[in-house]
């Protein structure tokens, strides 16, 4: 399972740190992601970290620069740092873990496959995030 937490109320130009603790599966063989949903819209993928070992991350164009994921397997726990919020950031914000594999970082059909959801196997229950102007 994960357990997300970390979210807040913060004004524009803010910072927040969300956590993501797992348990109960291989870790070291999944890919986190953090996605996000604003009210009225559809869950979006922002930020992937690959396995233990390879650690690649990747961010959507929207955070890039912006937000920082980062993983500490002894602690078996995901971070997002976000920096410079923004109102427009203000969203749930869910963890989520799939099996690490090479297509999820295909580019195929206008997309790379790490974006869709149906890759992910464990999600968390969503911690809220606030940005006020």
């Known amino acids: 399972q994960l357990q997300a937490s970390g979210g807040g109320s913060v004004q524009s130009g803010g910072s927040l740190r969300l956590s993501c603790v797992a348990s109960g599966f291989a870790l070291a063989n999944h890919a986190f992601a953090w996605f996000r949903q604003a009210p009225g819209s559809e869950r979006e993928a922002v930020a992937i970290?690959?396995?233990?070992?390879?650690?690649?991350?990747i961010y959507t164009d929207s955070v890039k620069g912006r937000f920082t994921i980062s993983r500490d397997k002894n602690k078996n726990t995901v971070f997002l740092d976000l920096y410079n919020l923004q109102p427009d950031d203000t969203a749930t914000y869910y963890c989520?873990?799939?099996?690490?594999?090479?297509?999820?970082?295909?580019?195929?059909?206008?997309?790379?496959?790490?974006?869709?959801?149906?890759?992910?196997?464990?999600w968390g229950q969503g911690t809220q995030v606030t940005v006020s102007s």
């Open positions: 970290i690959s396995d233990s070992d390879r650690r690649r991350t």
């Open positions: 989520a873990a799939a099996v690490d594999r090479d297509n999820l970082y295909t580019f195929y059909g206008g997309s790379y496959f790490w974006l869709d959801e149906v890759w992910y196997d464990y």
